[in-house]
């Protein structure tokens, strides 16, 4: 039995139908987040440069869903403490924290909130800067 030309038949029809599949138009996700996006306890690390110097940092931030975060960390130099620091979300799931000393983050943001990628984009003074990492979090 010559399967040859029901073979060419099924590659017809694939290459007929296959485009239209491909062709089919994806309707955009819009993310919908909020301050309550950013709810429990999230472990961290950073890396970058801190003062023009390599520095890492690692800790825990624990985020209320209301704005407020307490932020416990130990850093390549030594430093380290627990501080507090407010923090907002916007809709398209951008968030931005500001902490005590001056310094600021804006964070790209999952739609369910179990993880972020954040840059430092501000520190106090002329500090030569420049720092990003991930959070995920670990407890609710």
Known sequence: MDVRPRLLMLLGCTALWAPLGWAA??????PSCSTATLK????YSSMGVLDGKPYAESGREQYDGQGGILLTY????GAGGTVR???????????KAVYPDGQSAIS???PDGSRF???ITRTPG???SALSGWEIRVAP
Do not use: K, M
């Open 117 to 119: 990628s954040y840059t």
């Open 108 to 110: 790209f943001i999952s």
């Open 126 to 128: 002329d500090r030569r």
């Open 40 to 43: 429990g306890t999230y472990l």
């Open 85 to 95: 620091a407010r923090y907002s979300v916007s809709a398209d799931c951008i968030g």
């Open 74 to 77: 130990r850093g390549s130099d």
């Open 25 to 30: 138009p994806v309707a955009p996700q819009t």
